[in-house]
């Protein structure tokens, strides 16, 4: 098994930067990729952004490209992401995730998920 937690979330105007952290613990081997996901209030889970192993290869959604980057440390079994350029749309729950095998932009791939971090831009 494979913990996620999150963290780093929060209001910021719009404009204005954030970075969440999620931070992997237990059998960490099997988060070989890792992904950011994001829910607004009504509607449905998306991709964000992901990142291999090695964090050489990364994929972004284009609605955050040029604006979020991942990235992660291995030797804190954390991954970041950082948010810059905020926007009101870019409001909802950001979820962490993690799988054992190549890096991916689905969800349904992804075995391990995080709680959750709440973040609001305001306009």
């Known amino acids: 098994q494979v913990q996620l937690v999150e963290s780093g979330g929060g209001l910021v105007q719009a404009g204005g930067s954030l970075r969440v952290s999620c931070a992997a613990s237990?059998?960490?081997?099997?988060?070989?990729?890792m992904g950011w996901f994001r829910q607004a209030p009504g509607k449905e889970r998306e991709f964000v952004a992901a990142?291999?192993?090695?964090?050489?290869?990364?994929y972004s959604d284009d609605s955050v490209k040029g604006r979020f980057t991942i990235s992660r440390d291995n030797s804190k079994n954390t991954v970041y992401l950082q948010m810059d350029s905020l926007i009101p749309e870019d409001t909802a729950v950001y979820y962490c995730?993690?799988?054992?095998?190549?890096?991916?932009?689905?969800?349904?791939?992804?075995?391990?998920w995080g709680q959750g971090t709440q973040v609001t831009v305001s306009s």
């Open positions: 237990g059998r960490t081997y099997s988060a070989r990729s």
């Open positions: 990142i291999t192993w090695s964090g050489v290869r990364t």
């Open positions: 995730a993690a799988k054992a095998g190549s890096i991916s932009r689905q969800q349904t791939q992804y075995d391990y």
